[in-house]
């Protein structure tokens, strides 16, 4: 099972990277900063409707598309900005338009961290580019309530539910994978 789990912290050592990093001890796989790779914003010219793939070339394109091409299982997790995820995750989902279709019946798992305005809204963002590409969301998404360095560490409830997310994705890989 291939899984990635991207961090759409700006942050480092974040709140979202630690829950993300946390889930990976428990079921492997491999972690990505987006901040540690060039992203532009999709331009929304089209051209990959003719071309079959994204025409810019950036990091997105060259390095992390083929990655969740190849990947089984894709988390996404994000602090809660402005009621919703951070703007280096939004620009993330944005440029994977190009690839539409070619996600289907992967696992998603969503992480997201807050203070609580705005949880609910970075959940759904998440489960809609799931839905969008036809992914199955392995559940409703885990969030946590922090806001401090390394407070997340403090919400033992996040850290039942980031364990039963790591038994789901599990159940549901040995499910498609008969």
């Known amino acids: ?5 991207i961090s759409g912290s700006p942050r480092e050592k974040s709140n979202t990277d630690y829950l993300l990093n946390y889930l990976k001890s428990l079921i492997g ?13 999709c331009k929304s ?25 190849k990947a089984n299982v894709i988390i996404l997790g994000s602090p809660v900005y402005f009621n919703n995820v951070s703007a280096q995750l939004k620009a993330f989902i944005d ?3 190009c690839i539409r279709g070619k996600l ?11 203070r609580r305005d705005g949880i609910e809204n970075a959940l759904t963002a998440i ?22 360095k390394e407070e997340i560490r403090e919400d033992k409830e996040t850290m039942k539910l980031i364990k039963a997310l790591g038994r ?8 498609i994978h008969i």
């Open 95 to 97: 440029r994977t338009w």
């Open 104 to 114: 289907k019946n992967k696992i998603g798992g969503a992480i997201v961290v807050g």
């Open 168 to 175: 789901r994705i599990n159940e549901l890989y040995e499910l």
């Open 45 to 69: 010219c089209w051209a990959c409707l003719k071309t079959k793939r994204c025409i810019i070339n950036d990091e997105m394109t060259n390095n992390l598309m083929p990655i969740l091409l």
């Open 1 to 5: 099972m291939q899984i990635i789990y």
């Open 29 to 41: 796989g491999e972690f990505i900063k987006l901040t540690k790779y060039q992203i532009a914003p």
């Open 127 to 148: 489960n809609s580019f799931y839905l969008k590409h036809e992914i199955i969301p392995a559940n409703r998404g885990v969030y946590g309530i922090a806001y401090k």
